[in-house]
């Protein structure tokens, strides 16, 4: 079992940035491929940005593409998402999640992914 914890989350003016975080427990991630996921009040849990088990890899949405980054610290057991000028439309619970199958490549479907975190709200005011 892997446990996530998402933490960073908060609320910022349109234009900033946050940096979330996702720390694991129980087993290393160093083997899964990654993904960071939101969900805003009345929608449905869209992918954000996903990483390749190697770091070498990575994938975004379009709605984030050029302002998001994912990183990953294998060391540190951790991943990361650098959000920078943050748009009220990025207000969201941001979950990250691990795809135990990571040689079938990076996927957007949630329901590709095994292990979840709870979840960090992000909230951006105009």
């Known amino acids: 079992q892997v446990q996530l914890v998402e933490s960073g989350g908060g609320l910022v003016q349109a234009g900033g940035s946050l940096r979330l975080s996702c720390a694991a427990s129980?087993?290393?991630?160093?083997?899964?491929?990654m993904a960071w996921f939101r969900q805003a009040p009345g929608k449905e849990r869209e992918f954000v940005a996903a990483?390749?088990?190697?770091?070498?890899?990575?994938y975004y949405a379009d709605s984030v593409k050029g302002r998001f980054t994912i990183s990953r610290d294998d060391a540190k057991n951790t991943v990361y998402l650098q959000m920078n000028s943050l748009k009220p439309e990025d207000t969201a619970v941001y979950y990250c999640?691990?795809?135990?199958?990571?040689?079938?490549?990076?996927?957007?479907?949630?329901?590709?992914?095994?292990?979840w975190g709870q979840g960090t709200q992000v909230t951006v005011s105009s």
């Open positions: 129980g087993r290393t991630l160093s083997n899964y491929n």
């Open positions: 999640a691990a795809d135990i199958h990571a040689a079938r490549g990076l996927k957007k479907d949630y329901y590709e992914y095994n292990y």
């Open positions: 990483i390749s088990w190697t770091g070498l890899i990575t």
